[in-house]
């Protein structure tokens, strides 16, 4: 019996039909996902997810890194893009990487960390952008 489930999975691996497993208890990947008109990606808090986002990210012009003013990466509640004036996009728990599929242009990004909001102004090119955003240290 033994040597028949042998011969089975080699035969699986031969074709290429064998199913890889991810790691028991890992988080899956990141799904894309949709506010407004814009699809994006958000996670990269794990090794692993990191990985998946970072296979994916050609298909994404703007790619957001949210991190402490200590450099440990930061989670925004809310982060709101615009463009023209016009709300584009509203997406809470973002981070710590966020990537969006949006067309090159000049944006605003709004985040919310903690009740506190931040601003960034953003030119997406047509190869994209990567925008390490690493939040300001709280005046006391």
């Given at each position: 019996?033994?040597?028949?489930?042998?011969?089975?999975?080699?035969?699986?691996?031969?074709?290429?039909?064998?199913?890889?497993?991810?790691t028991?208890?890992?988080?899956?990947?990141?799904?894309?996902?949709?506010?407004g008109?814009?699809?994006?990606?958000?996670?990269?808090?794990g090794?692993?997810?990191?990985?998946?986002?970072?296979?994916?990210?050609?298909?994404?012009?703007?790619?957001?890194?949210?991190?402490?003013?200590?450099?440990?990466?930061?989670?925004?509640?809310?982060?709101?893009l615009?463009?023209?004036?016009?709300k584009?996009?509203?997406?809470?728990n973002?981070?710590?990487?966020?990537?969006?599929?949006?067309?090159?242009?000049?944006?605003?990004?709004?985040?919310?960390?903690?009740?506190?909001?931040?601003?960034?102004?953003?030119?997406?090119?047509?190869?994209?952008?990567?925008?390490?955003?690493?939040?300001?240290?709280?005046?006391?």
């Open positions: 019996m033994r040597c028949i489930a042998v011969g089975l999975a080699l035969a699986l691996v031969a074709h290429g039909t064998a199913v890889a497993q991810s028991p208890g890992g988080a899956p990947p990141p799904a894309v996902q949709r506010a008109e814009v699809e994006y990606l958000s996670g990269g808090a090794e692993e997810e990191r990985a998946a986002m970072t296979a994916q990210q050609a298909a994404f012009a703007l790619r957001i890194v949210f991190s402490e003013p200590g450099g440990g990466y930061a989670v925004a509640d809310r982060v709101e615009s463009r023209g004036g016009a584009v996009a509203t997406i809470d973002a981070g710590p990487w966020l990537m969006l599929k949006v067309a090159p242009g000049d944006y605003a990004l709004d985040a919310t960390f903690a009740g506190r909001i931040e601003r960034r102004q953003v030119k997406v090119a047509a190869g994209g952008t990567r925008l390490d955003w690493r939040l300001r240290q709280e005046r006391k």
